[in-house]
């Protein structure tokens, strides 16, 4: 994790000049280190600062430590599009591009975040996800659900996408966005639910004319329940309905995931559908690129609100949450990016060797 004190090494610093003692730099990778190592808030931001600070060559220009205050003004403050540069930067320091990837886009609310005082949702965080290498690599920002569909362009405006596989759960399968990702030379893996009913009934009218052209299955056991994926592709062509097919750019197979979980009290199951321009002749392929996807909820949403408490976040003010958000973010690429420990070392253990070993941050 040496890479931890370079992230913040050219950070614009507009401050009025003489009025802040501390660097800004030397606060940011404050902020970071104290969630690396497992702190929570301000206070404990403040506590890192007074305890461990001058072990790690930060503040030494200062006699005193910077408060609680102090690090709820600056989160306030920062302009977020600074550290979603860091971010992104970060994340492709540990991969020489994002080709051949699989790019998982998805929203999130930032549930421990107040509501804005011209609406009642809150702030989501749209974050695109390299689901190979577990890598934030982009974050946008937006003040409503429904307004995800104009920043998902925004947010692919910010990635180098050439060669990946982009997938987007419903809110994104919009034709312009197709579009865009086709133009940035990728490919796009797109859900289909009712909020494009004419290409939903196409698909599902696809798979009940008989025409498949590949099955693939698999089953996961585990903690009492027994899950059974059946994935089954067929061509775009298929869907017969020559309206839904001209709309849509570049579509060439339809697909379809059936998951059924069996427990103790029964089973359930559930069926999902998706596009692609892509035309590669195994359903497994299209079934990799679904759970992949499903990654993103396991390996980064869940991670930040439970090992990194986001869900809980009592940060409300102007700009506090997005960069908190991202914060935590980088932390996660850093744990991730790790690779000294075992690959069974959870990220818990590893915030906690963070905080025993200097070595380690």
């Not at 973010?329 to 690959?343: E, M, P, S």
Request: aromatic residues 6%; proline residues 4%; glycine residues 6%.
């Amino acid at each position: 994790m040496a890479t931890t004190y370079q992230i913040f090494a050219d950070f614009p610093d507009h401050r009025v000049t003489g009025r802040c003692i501390y660097s800004i730099s030397d606060l940011l990778t404050i902020s970071l280190l104290t969630y690396l190592c497992g702190g929570e808030d301000y206070v404990d931001m403040s506590e890192f600062a007074h305890v461990r600070a001058r072990d790690f060559n930060l503040l030494t220009d200062n006699d005193t430590s910077p408060s609680p205050d102090t690090f709820e003004r600056l989160m306030s403050a920062v302009c977020p599009e600074e550290l979603r540069r860091c971010l992104s930067e970060h994340g492709r320091s540990f991969l020489s591009s994002l080709g051949e990837k699989q790019v998982a886009i998805d929203g999130k609310k930032l549930r421990g975040a107040s509501p804005r005082t011209n609406g009642t949702r809150g702030d989501y965080i749209l974050s695109a996800y390299v689901t190979e290498n577990h890598l934030l690599v982009g974050q946008e920002s937006v003040t409503d659900k429904e307004n995800e569909i104009p920043a998902i362009p925004r947010l692919l405006d910010r990635l180098d996408i050439e060669g990946a596989v982009v997938s987007i759960d419903a809110a994104g399968t919009q034709t312009a966005i197709a579009e865009r990702i086709l133009e940035g030379n990728a490919h796009y893996f797109l859900a289909v639910k009712d909020n494009q009913p004419s290409l939903r009934e196409a698909v599902r009218y696809a798979f009940r004319c008989g025409s498949v052209t590949d099955t693939s299955s698999e089953m996961e056991t585990g903690h009492g329940r027994v899950e059974e994926r059946v994935c089954r592709i067929a061509s775009a062509d298929s869907m017969e309905d020559e309206a839904v097919l001209s709309r849509w750019p570049g579509v060439r197979t339809v697909v379809e995931v059936t998951s059924t979980v069996t427990t103790p009290e029964g089973a359930a199951s559930s069926v999902r559908h998706y596009i692609s321009d892509e035309d590669h002749p195994r359903a497994a392929y299209y079934a990799m690129l679904a759970r992949g996807h499903w990654g993103i909820e396991n390996q980064l949403h869940w991670m930040h609100d439970v090992n990194l408490g986001e869900g809980a976040c009592p940060a409300r003010k102007d700009n506090a949450p997005q960069n908190l958000s991202l914060l935590k973010k980088i932390v996660l690429n850093l744990i991730r990016a790790d690779g000294t420990d075992n690959v069974k070392t959870s990220l818990h253990q590893k915030r906690k060797r963070a905080a025993w070993n200097d070595d380690r941050v």
